[in-house]
């Protein structure tokens, strides 16, 4: 009995949410821009948004769609967006299929949702929608857009159809709410009131004792790639790539058990992200392979980004990378065997 009432209310539930998605739509929403903001909110799951894409786009709103297999690709993901934003006869989604994320819906009007990608590949599956939010549009336009959208994405430009510039479907971006920054005491003399908490100390001396335990980095190569900027939190589902110059000798065995307890310590304070590494443009799923392979010696440049909700601590994670791909990984190969570093 409390099964099936449990299954009903679900039910309930699931015929709501497709109601007010449908409605949101109608009347004048991107669906990309609705479901990305449903998956931020877990008010919808990574594997059903397919399926939502093609009961809404195809079956309710009769988009114009076509799929492929990319041929070749843009890598300068803002120029897709400067290409497309000025489509005002058509409302457009596409959806790539990451080889790590899965399915991602962009709004290609939407600047911001290029930045849950951190790159095209070749050969990958992307799907593009066209229509006007249900109601009529020619079908020449839809057309062209599906055409110029594909070639967008494919990093081949041309003149853009004068049709597409003009019509009901001009999109205007939110802007989103910045969190609200505690008021702070200018800086001056301080306050005789108030006495500092030691607390404060404490934290303070906790964190850089963690730091010591791997040693400090030095400027390990004046060849490094950038660092990490100290950005704010993001709730951005995967970060660009960031490169991890080798300044040891050869990546050999110490140094992949050093990046493999770094790693696991980064995992082990942020549970539910993922740290994922690349090779001369391949996903690294076993990082014993990059020593195996013999390959990545001196100057060699292995990458990796983050994939996850509330992305933090990424510059601390490069910084420690960077140091396990030196000849002082033995920082972090000590302590004991079965245990987790406290790096983070």
Same mark, same amino acid.
């Given at each position: 009995?409390l099964?099936s009432?449990?299954?009903?209310?679900?039910?309930?539930?699931?015929?709501?949410?497709?109601?007010?998605?449908?409605d949101?739509?109608?009347?004048?929403?991107?669906?990309?821009?609705?479901?990305?903001?449903?998956?931020?909110?877990?008010?919808?799951?990574?594997?059903?948004?397919?399926?939502?894409?093609?009961?809404?786009?195809?079956d309710?709103?009769?988009?114009?769609?076509?799929?492929?297999?990319?041929?070749?690709?843009?890598?300068?993901?803002?120029?897709?967006?400067?290409?497309?934003k000025?489509?005002?006869?058509?409302?457009?989604?596409?959806?790539?299929?990451?080889?790590?994320?899965?399915?991602? /819906?962009?709004n290609?009007?939407? %600047?911001?949702?290029? =930045?849950?990608? *951190?790159?095209?590949n070749? &050969?990958?599956?992307? !799907?593009?929608?066209?229509?006007?939010?249900?109601?009529?549009?020619?079908?020449?336009?839809?057309?062209?857009?599906?055409?110029?959208?594909?070639?967008?994405?494919?990093?081949?430009?041309?003149?853009?159809?004068?049709?597409?510039?003009k019509?009901?479907c001009?999109?205007?971006?939110?802007?989103e709410k910045l969190?609200?920054?505690?008021?702070?005491?200018?800086?001056?003399?301080?306050?005789?009131?108030?006495?500092?908490? /030691?607390?404060?100390?404490?934290? %303070?001396?906790?964190q =850089?004792?963690? *730091?010591a335990?791997?040693? &400090?980095?030095?400027? !390990?190569?004046?060849?490094?790639?950038?660092?990490v900027?100290?950005v704010a939190?993001?709730?951005?589902?995967?970060t660009?790539?960031?490169?991890?110059?080798?300044?040891?000798?050869?990546?050999?065995?110490?140094?992949?058990?050093?990046?493999?307890?770094?790693?696991e310590?980064?995992?082990?304070?942020?549970?539910g992200?993922?740290?994922?590494?690349?090779?001369?443009g391949?996903?690294?799923?076993?990082?014993?392979?990059?020593?195996?392979w013999?390959?990545v010696?001196?100057?060699?440049m292995?990458?990796?980004?983050?994939?996850?909700?509330?992305v933090?601590?990424?510059?601390?994670?490069?910084?420690?990378?960077?140091?396990?791909?030196s000849?002082?990984?033995?920082?972090?190969?000590?302590?004991?065997?079965?245990?987790?570093?406290?790096?983070?």
């Amino acid at each position: 009995m409390l099964s099936s009432r449990q299954l009903f209310n679900e039910s309930v539930r699931h015929v709501k949410a497709t109601i007010a998605i449908a409605d949101r739509v109608q009347s004048g929403e991107n669906l990309a821009d609705v479901l990305n903001d449903m998956l931020d909110e877990k008010s919808l799951v990574d594997n059903q948004l397919s399926a939502v894409i093609s009961m809404m786009l195809v079956d309710k709103f009769a988009y114009t769609t076509a799929t492929r297999n990319l041929s070749s690709v843009e890598t300068e993901l803002a120029k897709i967006h400067e290409s497309v934003k000025h489509w005002n006869a058509v409302d457009v989604v596409a959806v790539y299929h990451h080889p790590d994320l899965g399915a991602v /819906a962009i709004n290609p009007k939407n %600047s911001s949702h290029f =930045a849950r990608l *951190d790159r095209l590949n070749k &050969t990958e599956l992307l !799907a593009v929608y066209v229509g006007s939010f249900g109601k009529t549009l020619d079908k020449t336009i839809a057309s062209k857009a599906v055409d110029a959208l594909l070639a967008a994405f494919e990093g081949r430009t041309g003149k853009v159809d004068a049709g597409l510039l003009k019509g009901a479907c001009t999109y205007k971006q939110k802007v989103e709410k910045l969190a609200k920054v505690p008021k702070t005491k200018a800086v001056g003399r301080p306050s005789t009131k108030t006495k500092p908490k /030691a607390g404060g100390a404490v934290a %303070s001396a906790g964190q =850089a004792k963690a *730091d010591a335990s791997a040693g &400090t980095m030095a400027a !390990a190569s004046t060849a490094a790639a950038a660092p990490v900027q100290a950005v704010a939190r993001t709730s951005s589902r995967m970060t660009p790539m960031y490169g991890v110059p080798v300044t040891n000798e050869l990546f050999h065995n110490g140094n992949v058990e050093a990046w493999k307890r770094i790693i696991e310590s980064y995992k082990a304070k942020h549970a539910g992200l993922e740290v994922l590494v690349y090779y001369d443009g391949e996903r690294i799923t076993n990082l014993n392979a990059l020593f195996k392979w013999g390959k990545v010696k001196h100057g060699s440049m292995i990458q990796f980004a983050v994939a996850g909700e509330d992305v933090t601590d990424v510059a601390k994670l490069q910084r420690y990378l960077r140091q396990g791909a030196s000849n002082m990984f033995e920082a972090f190969l000590r302590g004991p065997v079965n245990g987790v570093l406290s790096l983070f």
